[in-house]
């Protein structure tokens, strides 16, 4: 595979032409007024693939989705959306491309049941079952502006679906969901992933969401900390076991002198400890409760919440 030189100096994958990309993204450097520096070397997007974007407050994720969406302009690099430069979508390349984005929304005056005409006008094609699935034709007679942030989410993650774009960009879509609407997002990205000439962006912190995504990007202090599929990801930073141990400080300490020499990772606070590592860490803590006492303690195989939960710890 080629590679080519990042911001930092290392080495990272390079696009080749064999397969269209959806997006594109290339030496971008974005500083903000109050001196963040954002510094992404290369992202693409392929068809039938979700890639989510992860981070701490901070890391740059906004600064990103404004790069993306030329809403903010790079001092340097380039981005392409659908083939289009980033802020200048042709009209017929914005037939294909959905966007939900937080804090945006509709005149809140508009009852839901027009909104929804609406989106049928602009896309020609509004396909009723992703409607259905969100909820919103139940909302029909509302004004948008008397929604509940949920359901308001719900009509936004509707438009931004029911016309199948080839490319969909979400701003933390799920985090004013319950969980049953959550679910019919996740089902219906894997849907229109399924069927092919389908990607998508999804900046989040959820980790059903995040278990969706084929590819995740860490993003901190406006640097690309990690980029890969999840489960590798998950294995580099955790490996295998996860034990987490609750007790006073002297029997913390204790515990974290017999277990430190097995673990990858520990992330200490007020009244746990939390400890990463292979099979040997699981064998060490059994010995080491054997003789010594815990208030509780906990083990488990690291997943995508681990991933989220350990944002920020380093």
Known sequence: MKTAETCDGAMSPQITPA???LLQLADLVFERT?????????????????????????SGKTSLLSCLLGTAQAGHGRVALLGDPAGRLALATRQHF???????GYNELYLVRDIQRLHGLIYGRSDAAVFDAFGVPALGAKRFGRLSSGEQ????LAMALAHHPRLAVFDEPTSNLD??????????VRTRRAAGDFGALVITHS??????CDRLMILDAGKVDALGAPSELVKAR???VGCRIVAPAPARAEALAALRATARRVIENDRSLVLYGGADL???????????GVDSCTLWTPDATDLLEGIGHG
């Open 19 to 21: 397969t269209p990309m």
């Open 34 to 58: 109050d001196g963040f520096t954002l510094c992404v070397p290369e992202l693409h997007l392929a068809c039938d693939e979700v890639l989510g974007v992860i981070g701490p407050n901070g």
């Open 98 to 104: 959905g966007l939900q984005m937080q804090g945006a």
């Open 179 to 188: 969980p049953a609407y959550e679910e019919a997002f996740c089902g219906i």
């Open 238 to 240: 955790f490996d295998l």
């Open 282 to 292: 699981r064998q060490a803590a059994f010995v080491h409760l054997q003789s010594h």
């Open 207 to 212: 980790p059903r969401v995040v278990t969706l």
């Open 153 to 156: 989410q719900r009509v936004q």
